[in-house]
C-alpha cells in the first residue's frame, strides 16, 4: 500500500500563488507515477499534472504554463507549484500514485481563489 498525505492549500487571491506538497510513505518503490488531479464542485475529477519515475511530465492543456509539477525522489515527494491563479482554479486538489494498474489518493486539500 501507498499513503499519500497532501498539504499546501488555501485561501489566495487571483493572480496570487500556492505550492502544494505530497508525502508518499508505505511501498512507494512500487509508483511509477504521481500526479495531481482536482474537483470543483458539481464538476468531475480532472488531472492537472502527472509525472512518471522516468521524469516525463504531462500538463492538462489549461494548466501549462501557469502550474509546474515537479518530484524528489529523496524526499519521496511531489508538488505542484501554482501560478497567476484563477478563480475557476478553485477545487480540491487530489494527489495520485499509480503503478500496475492500481491507484492511490490522498484525501485532498482545498484551494480557493478568491478575492
Known amino acids: 500500500q501507498v499513503q499519500l498525505v497532501e498539504s499546501g492549500g488555501g485561501l489566495v487571491q487571483p493572480g496570487g500563488s500556492l505550492r502544494l506538497s505530497c508525502a508518499a510513505s508505505g511501498s512507494i518503490w512500487r509508483i511509477n507515477s504521481m500526479g495531481w488531479y482536482r474537483q470543483a464542485p458539481g464538476k468531475q475529477r480532472e488531472l492537472v499534472a502527472a509525472v512518471t519515475r522516468a521524469g516525463n511530465i504531462h500538463y492538462a492543456d489549461s494548466m501549462k504554463g501557469r502550474f509546474t509539477i515537479s518530484r524528489d525522489h529523496a524526499k519521496n515527494t511531489v508538488y505542484l507549484q501554482m501560478n497567476s491563479l484563477k478563480p475557476e482554479d478553485t477545487a480540491v486538489y487530489y494527489c495520485?500514485?499509480?503503478?500496475?494498474?492500481?491507484?492511490?489518493w490522498g484525501q485532498g486539500t482545498q484551494v480557493t481563489v478568491s478575492s
Open positions: 495520485n500514485a499509480a503503478w500496475a494498474g492500481t491507484y492511490s
